[in-house]
């Protein structure tokens, strides 16, 4: 299939009008990246995706039609942009921790530990009952079996996994479970009458989104809707850890206020942000906010026709679906490390050559969340949107494999050079890839700095 087949199943599983499609057009082909996967297509449709949506309701809102273009090459290098960011030129921080990575077990299987932040990394020195070290991390793994360290880290809200292969992961009853999903679930959660968009001069105008998410994928749904002209108000608590060097990448376009949603002043003062919002991005574990009365049923009741968005690592559905994860790991359990390993011929993991499932779900977030405020305009209701990095890696295999797509070299500063952007941020002049997507009459872009977390008050501009 091309990537506009590939393009034009989504579209049409979201329900959108499928004479939309007629305005995308698609230039490149893969390879683009060095793997042995179709990134570069997963990359192209995703981005293509959430910005034929955004043109699709800017006509519906009373805008013209109009053609978005999406180059593979670039849209793949969107995919690396927190790679290619940086500030005053030179590259923020990188956000690695010196023991995450793989190791072998006692057993021989490969492990992935994901000890970013310092809970993490403090929780799984506990458990492995070493010094912070990968020498002495890599001995302690020997007494260890892989299977046994991925279910010891589950017990301990830890995030560390099995490598496994396709096959494995197919017999698995949580890889059997994701693929009975959809890619992009949409599904009507409340009733609340009709609400239309008044004429603007971009698709997204006036739309009010709140963006409680970190890392990668979600703040990539919530800078991919500011692109479009939404207001955008990234909402962290001050007391959870984040990465600052994505922080500075996705954080383009956005308002940035610090809210503890244990606190009840905090958490009334959500409730009220919550009343005037269109869009409720959220990437918690599933059920992980319905103690604080923000489940979809809760926001759904506190604002009738409200757009919820969740972000899972394994899905709503199957023996994992409240496991915590990553893109790293959620790679390595479902036999993609274990599959690009074997084309590069090596026995270790090896990863895609970009956080695939991070962005593309970031950009899949996006679309579904159009995809349900158009339906909002239509028919009323309030929808949930339910995209996981585990289906979307589903989804990447599933586009079928490159040969010889290990064999080109990787991107360098200079080779993307034509590009990257520069503006004004928090931290000073930042250098990043601008977005893939070329839309004729809105062209997308950042009206709002990148900034700090917790820089503006809680309160809607």
């Given at each position: 299939m091309s990537a506009h087949q590939h393009l034009s199943t989504l579209w049409t599983d979201a329900q959108l009008p499928a004479d939309a499609l007629g305005d995308a057009h698609l230039t490149g082909t893969d390879p683009v990246l060095p793997s042995s996967f179709a990134v570069g297509t997963a990359a192209q449709v995703t981005v293509a995706a959430s910005a034929l949506a955004a043109a699709t309701l800017w006509r519906q809102r009373g805008g013209r039609r109009q053609t978005v273009s999406v180059d593979m090459r670039h849209a793949a290098i969107e995919f690396l942009s927190e790679h290619f960011a940086s500030v005053e030129g030179t590259a923020?921080?990188?956000?690695?921790?010196?023991?995450?990575?793989?190791?072998?077990?006692?057993?021989?299987?490969?492990?992935?530990?994901?000890?970013?932040?310092?809970?993490?990394?403090?929780?799984?020195?506990?458990?492995?009952?070493?010094?912070?070290?990968?020498?002495?991390?890599?001995?302690?793994?020997?007494?260890?079996?892989g299977y046994g360290l991925e279910d010891a880290a589950a017990e301990n809200g830890l995030c560390a996994t099995a490598m496994r292969s396709f096959a494995e992961w197919d017999a698995h009853p949580h890889g059997q479970a994701v693929v009975t999903q959809p890619v992009v679930k949409i599904t009507r959660i409340g009733d609340a009458p009709p609400r239309g968009l008044r004429p603007a001069d971009r698709p997204l105008s006036g739309v009010r989104v709140l963006d409680l998410t970190r890392v990668i994928a979600g703040p990539v749904c919530g800078r991919t809707l500011a692109a479009h002209g939404a207001d955008v108000m990234n909402v962290a608590s001050p007391n959870i850890p984040n990465l600052p060097r994505l922080v500075i990448d996705t954080g383009r376009g956005k308002l940035s206020t610090h809210l503890e949603l244990r606190e009840k002043a905090d958490n009334d003062r959500l409730k009220e942000l919550l009343a005037?919002?269109?869009?409720?991005?959220?990437?918690?574990?599933?059920?992980?906010?319905?103690?604080?009365?923000?489940?979809?049923?809760?926001?759904?009741?506190?604002?009738?026709?409200?757009v919820y968005v969740s972000l899972s690592a394994y899905g709503h559905v199957g023996p994992w679906s409240g496991r915590r994860g990553f893109d790293s790991i959620t790679q390595t359990a479902s036999g993609i490390n274990h599959a690009e390993a074997e084309a590069a011929g090596q026995t270790a993991p090896k990863p895609l050559p970009c956080q695939a499932l991070d962005h593309g779900s970031g950009y899949l977030l996006a679309f579904g969340a159009l995809a349900a405020l158009m339906r909002r305009m239509q028919e009323g209701g309030s929808w949930h949107v339910q995209?996981?990095?585990?289906?979307?890696?589903?989804?990447?295999?599933?586009?079928?494999?490159?040969?010889?797509?290990?064999?080109?070299?990787?991107?360098?500063?200079?080779?993307?050079?034509?590009?990257?952007?520069?503006?004004?941020?928090?931290?000073?002049?930042?250098?990043?890839?601008?977005?893939?997507?070329?839309?004729?009459?809105?062209?997308?872009r950042w009206d709002r700095p990148s900034v700090p977390l917790g820089t503006h008050p809680a309160t809607w501009v």
């Open positions: 923020p921080e990188d956000p690695w921790d010196r023991i995450a990575g793989t190791y072998q077990c006692g057993d021989g299987r490969w492990v992935r530990l994901h000890t970013n932040f310092p809970h993490h990394r403090a929780g799984m020195l506990r458990i492995l009952g070493c010094e912070y070290d990968r020498q002495a991390v890599a001995m302690a793994l020997r007494s260890w079996t005037e919002a269109d869009i409720f991005v959220q990437g918690y574990r599933p059920g992980g906010l319905a103690d604080l009365g923000f489940s979809p049923q809760d926001a759904a009741r506190i604002r009738p026709g409200i995209v996981s990095l585990a289906r979307t890696g589903r989804w990447i295999r599933d586009l079928g494999r490159v040969n010889d797509g290990l064999a080109i070299p990787g991107p360098t500063a200079e080779s993307v050079a034509d590009l990257m952007e520069v503006g004004d941020s928090g931290w000073g002049r930042l250098r990043t890839v601008r977005h893939a997507a070329v839309l004729s009459e809105t062209p997308a």
